[in-house]
């Protein structure tokens, strides 16, 4: 077999570049959050929404256990952040897990000027999992990993009954 020998200069200069900003966040305070990777990016919208809440007074809590994020008011609450979708008005919330241990949802939207907090209870999140509003994440439509997404905004969510706690 021959061996093919590839000139790198030969690469579409394009894409080498770097990704295309959403200019919508270029003069956010979250416009570097854009950039991180999913996981630190999950954890930096835990920290914003609990000093968020604790600038009003708010009795934040470390979790007590992995099965939700934090304890808010003594109650067991789990946190969505997201950013604009590109090229979109809607967020992406992902991993959402029917069956971990918290009592409510707290969907955390970060428009480039403003945060805004809405919360769900764990049964009305079932039941848009059962009326397919929220979509299996993993694996189409036969995979059961019990993992949900939804694509909304503030006002998607408010027709699904969330309930607005900060703007």
Do not use: C, W
Request: charged content about 30%.
């Amino acid at each position: 077999m021959t061996v093919l020998k590839f000139d790198i200069n030969k690469i579409d200069p394009k894409l080498l570049q770097p990704e295309v900003e959403d200019q919508r966040y270029i003069n956010s305070p979250f416009r570097y959050l854009k950039r991180l990777l999913p996981k630190p990016k999950g954890t930096r919208y835990e920290k914003i929404t609990e000093n968020a809440l604790r600038s009003f007074g708010i009795d934040v809590r470390k979790a007590l256990s992995k099965q939700h994020d934090r304890i808010i008011d003594k109650v067991k609450i789990e946190i969505k952040g997201s950013m604009l979708n590109r090229d979109s008005e809607n967020f992406s919330f992902l991993q959402i897990r029917p069956d971990q241990d918290y009592e409510f949802m707290y969907f955390v939207m970060f428009y480039p000027q403003q945060i805004v907090i809405m919360q769900m209870d764990k049964d009305e999140i079932k039941s848009h999992i059962e009326s397919g509003i929220f979509k299996k994440q993993h694996g189409g439509k036969k995979a059961e990993s019990r993992t949900f997404l939804y694509y909304g905004n503030r006002e998607t969510l408010t027709a699904l009954g969330a309930k607005l706690i900060l703007e």
